[in-house]
């Protein structure tokens, strides 16, 4: 495991997030993709941005389906 206890120090100061965004999109398929369940024919995603009160911001992208099958 990584050590990240440098990340406690204090030359760090606190930020606070201000504002988030959450963009979906689900991004269509020139070929659809086959599958067991049923053929894939858009790529979901999500694209977060998290504002901080200095004007930091960070953007991640998450790709993915729900398994609504899962129980």
Known sequence: MADISYLAS?????????????????????????TAQAPLTSAPLVLLDAQTDQGIVGRVKR?????????
């Open 63 to 71: 790709q993915g389906r729900e398994d609504r099958t899962a129980t």
């Open 10 to 34: 204090s030359r760090f100061e606190a930020l606070t997030i201000m504002r988030v965004r959450a963009r979906p999109l689900d991004l269509p398929l020139s070929t659809p993709i086959a």
